[in-house]
């Protein structure tokens, strides 16, 4: 046991080292990182927000088909950070799992429920050998009948958490310590106050004075429960709000 | 099963629906429960469409098992069926069509057509034909091809037609939709016409009554028309 790291195939396959770590579940958390790019979700009083970077590398990619966030169901969308094929595989699954549960049960999947089950799919890929877990995160909105404005992430290692605000990609711990700091004087922010939180919080951590074609925002709110992407011109309203309020 | 029933489920299956008359003693129906008996409709119009149906629910062509159920289920935002047959099937027809639309429309990012809606109940109505006994009439906008009516047959034939009448009361109302169809209605005469053919429809066959329930469907949106018993138009023998 004191033999320190293993000659045997626990950092190829999900299985433990001696000292009880999961390499291959270490190695997914770092894949998050390749896709370079960081997101941010806040929960207010009665909307959630998840913000994220648009970054087109390519000048013949087509922009309006790039994209990280996904809707789930009418009323639940999510933003993916991490390795996009592996987050697109995630999301079509959470799709599923999400129309199979209004199918058997009747009613729409809450949140958390969304996320349980995803977390429990990423939790088998850790435990079965012959798959590897996905690179990817995801952060789940939505509005809880019960609860009201909800955010939930789960990871690769088949944890998930709900969350007041959070933060997820490259940038995770800044962008995390900023978010503690604003939590810690209040919490129970207005629509416009979410969006400049989840915004600045971007800017701040990465350094960049965004434009609205370098933004993604996807909103859900008490008055119209519906997974919202804000287009260019309602992003760009925000900006330039932000931007006069400093 | 002897071979009589056998040979009648058979013909059945085929088309044959005469074989249901009322003089067949209740045991011997072989109806799987709660049948609708029943007449339903889809009329394509200026615009939109309207679907409409019955609201009688029966048992064995003797026993009124409900009055007032809707017979219009909504599939999707602008996508509606009406239902014909065992109550039963059609019912869990309906959930996995709504189940396999609602995921399909999500994956796409739009709302789904009402060609995809109409294939959907298909596919499922053919492949386990032998298992079901359910019709469907699918009536619905969408933004590419605009109003648009199918027509399932319960074995899974899938047909677009203008305007389509299905169920037992049918039989009593082809001659005057024949006659009154006009194509490129307006709404109010659509209307009209489709509350005659349903008043004239329940007039004359025991297992449609109730209330008229009418549903239009424009690009606007989804609009619910029902029409009490007592104030369906009346006719010259009334």
């Not at chain 2, 009688?56 to 009124?64: I, N, T």
């Not at chain 2, 969408?142 to 009448?165: A, C, E, N």
Request: hydrophobic residues 35%; aromatic residues 8%.
């Amino acid at each position: 046991m004191s033999r320190g790291s293993s000659a045997g195939f626990d950092r190829h396959i999900t299985i433990f080292s001696p000292e009880g770590r999961l390499y291959q579940v270490e190695y997914a958390f770092k894949a998050i990182n390749q896709g370079g790019l960081t997101s941010v979700a806040v929960r207010g009083k009665d909307c959630a927000v998840v913000v994220t970077q648009k970054k087109v590398p390519d000048k013949l990619l087509d922009a309006s088909t790039v994209t990280h966030l996904f809707r789930i169901t009418e009323n639940i969308g999510c933003v993916m950070s991490g390795m996009t094929a592996d987050s697109r595989s995630q999301v079509q699954r959470a799709r599923y799992e999400a129309a199979n549960w209004k199918y058997k049960y009747g009613y729409d999947i809450p949140v958390d429920m969304l996320c349980k089950r995803i977390a429990d799919i990423s939790q088998v890929y850790t435990q079965n050998a012959e798959m590897r877990p996905l690179g990817c995160c995801m952060i789940v909105i939505g509005l809880d009948d019960e609860y009201g404005p909800q955010v939930y992430k789960c990871d690769p290692a088949g944890y998930y958490c709900g969350f007041k605000a959070t933060a997820a990609g490259v940038k995770q711990t800044e962008a995390t310590s900023f978010l503690e700091k604003k939590v810690k004087k209040k919490h129970d922010w207005t629509y416009e106050q979410t969006i400049e939180i989840a915004i600045s919080c971007l800017s701040m951590v990465l350094s960049i004075d965004f434009k609205p074609s370098e933004l993604e925002v996807g909103v859900i709110t008490a008055k119209d429960p519906r997974f919202r992407i804000l287009s260019e011109s309602e992003v760009d309203a925000n900006l330039v709000s932000l931007s006069e309020r400093d | 099963m002897n071979e009589a029933t056998q040979y009648k489920l058979k013909l059945e299956r085929l088309g044959y629906h005469q074989f249901r008359t009322m003089e067949r003693h209740p045991t011997n129906y072989l109806c799987k429960g709660v049948s609708t008996g029943t007449t339903i409709l889809a009329v394509k119009f200026n615009g939109g469409v309207i679907i409409g149906s019955d609201s009688r629910a029966s048992v064995g062509g003797s026993y009124v098992s409900s009055k007032v159920i809707n017979k219009l289920i909504q599939i999707h935002d602008k996508i509606f069926c009406c239902i014909a047959g065992s109550l039963a099937d059609a019912q869990a027809v309906t959930k996995m069509a709504k189940f396999q639309l609602s995921f399909h429309s999500i994956q796409m990012d739009s709302p789904p057509l009402v060609k995809a809606a109409a294939s959907v109940l298909k596919e499922l109505c053919y492949s386990n034909r032998e298992d079901l006994e359910a019709g469907f009439i699918t009536a619905g906008w969408d933004k590419k091809r605009g109003p648009q009516v199918y027509t399932v047959s319960m074995g899974g034939m899938l047909l677009s037609q203008p305007f389509t009448i299905g169920g037992s009361g049918s039989t009593y109302i082809y001659g005057y939709v024949d006659a009154k169809y006009k194509p490129d209605m307006s709404r109010e005469e659509c209307l009209q016409f489709a509350t005659n053919a349903l008043a004239l429809a329940i007039g004359r066959d025991n297992v449609s009554g109730g209330v008229a329930h009418l549903v239009v469907i424009t690009e606007g949106g989804v609009e619910h028309v029902v029409v009490p018993g007592e104030k369906l138009p009346k006719f010259h023998d009334e």
